[in-house]
């Protein structure tokens, strides 16, 4: 499977955005940044990322004479896995998601005894809202980049979101693009997160190679020139958290013998399905998993995948160990899981997704404009 890159990831990124407003990072910073930070110390730095628009996606749909592509400066990895609850964390927090314990969509909260929706705080199978007080937020808090910055006083942090997302208030995509230019034309010192969860939605529901996709990010790509133009004195940084794939579901009941050794559904992502096995069935379920899906998904028990740093490098999140469950499922090409049909009165299916073990949905472009 394609592991993420430890000197040339998204963490190192933020480590290197730390760096340059004279804090102390966590991790490495990316090499190709620390040397453009270096010659030149910057007051005001622009992060976009663009949720889905990895690699692949940029280089189906865009040609050379695209702005964005003529500003690539480097390649680099998402975490893993390479999802947004894993891959935006990181970045924000400039540590991997094994010491945040932001690893995917869905996680299991054993003081509850539920899979819940990280962002949303919803349960992840009636998708209603957990009572209470937000459970990742509660058991998995940090600092972000933006509040380190923030409290160095060395600069002005902010983010910048869509309508419904934190404190979101971008209603479309020319809205983000002016409350952007807004701010970043204020007369300041500052650093500016914006985050626009398109691509991705786009993607997910009419496949990668869809003329929406294309049409969206040709948008993107017109208006990224017109803030470069109208903010010269920021350096504005383009990324994504991830890239997607094309897939084929496997539903999860779809053999009942194998779906009758698991506790729940599964947990984390569908490319990369975190199973809970019921007492006394891992040998019928270790079986039962190589008949039906060794061929497109590879199985780690929960202490290989801990011991070799699959979620990444530092001091594990005291709570993660728990909250894993006893083997983790990574996709080794287009299938991907999914819950059972009956659960759902009008399921949404996706046509591409994330999160697997693929270098297609790892790779990201970072573009670097105003140098």
Not at 35 to 53: E, N, S
Request: with cysteine; net charge negative.
């Amino acid at each position: 499977m394609f592991k993420y890159n430890d000197k040339r990831c998204l963490v190192n990124v933020s480590n290197s955005i730390l760096k340059n407003f004279g804090i102390n990072p966590f991790h490495e910073g990316l090499p190709s940044l620390d040397a453009l930070f270096k010659q030149k110390h910057y007051q005001k730095i622009t992060v976009l990322l663009f949720d889905g628009m990895g690699s692949s996606i940029q280089d189906y749909h865009l040609n050379n004479h695209d702005f964005l592509v003529k500003h690539h400066f480097d390649e680099i990895t998402s975490v893993f896995p390479p999802t947004t609850v894993a891959a935006t964390t990181a970045f924000l927090s400039g540590r991997y998601p094994i010491e945040t314990g932001w690893i995917g969509w869905s996680q299991y909260f054993p003081s509850i005894d539920k899979r819940v929706d990280m962002f949303s705080n919803a349960d992840s199978t009636t998708k209603q809202p957990i009572k209470g007080p937000h459970l990742g937020k509660t058991y998995y808090p940090y600092e972000s980049i933006i509040d380190l910055i923030n409290n160095s006083k060395k600069a002005e942090a902010l983010s910048i979101y869509p309508y419904g997302i934190e404190n979101g208030k971008a209603v479309d995509l020319n809205d983000f693009f002016n409350i952007l230019q807004e701010e970043m034309q204020k007369d300041r010192s500052h650093f500016i997160y914006g985050y626009w969860a398109d691509p991705d939605t786009t993607i997910h529901l009419n496949g990668t190679t869809s003329y929406k996709v294309r049409s969206l990010l040709k948008k993107i790509n017109r208006k990224i020139i017109k803030l470069s133009k109208e903010c010269k004195d920021n350096l504005i940084l383009v990324l994504a958290d991830h890239s997607l794939i094309d897939i084929e579901n496997c539903y999860i009941d779809e053999h009942l013998d194998f779906y009758s050794c698991l506790e729940d559904n599964y947990s984390i992502e569908s490319r990369c399905a975190s199973f809970r096995i019921k007492p006394g069935k891992d040998n019928e379920f270790l079986y039962l998993f190589d008949k039906y899906y060794s061929d497109n998904f590879l199985l780690l028990s929960k202490d290989l995948a801990l011991s070799t740093n699959l979620f990444g490098k530092g001091e594990p999140h005291p709570l993660i160990k728990d909250s894993l469950g006893d083997y983790i499922a990574i996709a080794k090409n287009s299938k991907s899981f999914a819950y059972p049909l009956k659960l759902f009165d009008y399921p949404i299916i996706f046509k591409a997704t994330h999160a697997g073990g693929t270098s297609e949905e790892s790779l990201i472009y970072l573009s670097v404009i105003n140098q």
